[in-house]
Each structure stands twice: as structure tokens, then as C-alpha cells.
């Protein structure tokens, strides 16, 4: 009877983890990074953003923190709940202007949950300047 139940008790403690596990899946799946199409931007052209700003965004900002170091999204996000904003941000390359699309996701509690570009490129070129 003991055997019995100490099996129960571990099938039913791996089928928990495993369930877990999918619903983390699901949930980092959910929020892989989608970037609206350029069309779509509000705030036409984007903008040079202060590059010593974008290296502060972090985890467990909030959105006026997050506002008062990038500035209000470029793109119509909408108004309640809004989990991404999206930028879409210029730097100098040499005699070029290179464009870079940006996103903070916020998590349930509306704090920074992360910061995704979406070329690599846009992130080496902030990262090393």
C-alpha cells in the first residue's frame, strides 16, 4: 500500500513539473518579441536616442521610468494594460543613418521584463559605442 502511494505521489509530483514547465514554454513563447511594421509608427521617422539611456533599461523598471529614459513609444500601442512599446530609434554610423527597431515588454505587474532589437546588429552597434 505504502509502495502505492509513494508512486502516486511521484507521478503526480512529474506530471506537475512537466505542466509547469509547459506553461513557462508557453508563457516566454508569448512573449518572443513581434515588431509592428515601420507603416504603423506614430511618431514618424523615429528619433537619436541618448545611447547612455538605453543601456539603463532594465528588468523591474517601470513604465515611467522606462518613459523618462526612452520617451513615449513610436508606434499605437493602445491604452489599457499595454504590455510592449515599441521604438524605433537612428544612430550614426560613419556618414550613414542606420535605423533600429526597439521593444520593451512589461510583465503582469507592468515592470520591465525585457528589452528585445530587432536586428543583432542594432544591438552590437549600441553595445560597443
Not at 84 to 93: E, G, I, P
Not at 95 to 120: H, P, R, T
Request: proline fraction near 4%; aromatic fraction near 12%.
Amino acid at each position: 500500500m505504502r509502495k502505492k502511494l509513494i508512486g502516486a505521489y511521484c507521478k503526480g509530483a512529474c506530471m506537475a513539473a512537466a505542466l509547469l514547465s509547459v506553461a513557462a514554454l508557453a508563457k516566454a513563447q508569448e512573449a518572443a518579441p513581434v515588431f509592428p511594421p515601420l507603416s504603423a509608427i506614430t511618431l514618424k521617422g523615429g528619433v537619436f536616442p541618448i545611447q547612455g539611456n538605453l543601456r539603463k533599461v532594465a528588468i523591474g523598471l517601470n513604465k515611467d521610468q522606462t518613459r523618462d529614459l526612452l520617451g513615449v513609444p513610436h508606434f499605437d500601442e493602445g491604452f489599457w494594460r499595454v504590455r510592449a512599446w515599441n521604438y524605433l530609434f537612428k544612430f550614426r554610423k560613419g556618414n550613414d543613418i542606420v535605423s533600429c527597431q526597439y521593444q520593451v515588454q512589461f510583465d503582469d505587474d507592468m515592470l520591465v521584463a525585457g528589452a528585445y532589437w530587432k536586428e543583432q546588429e542594432c544591438a552590437n552597434f549600441v553595445a560597443s559605442n
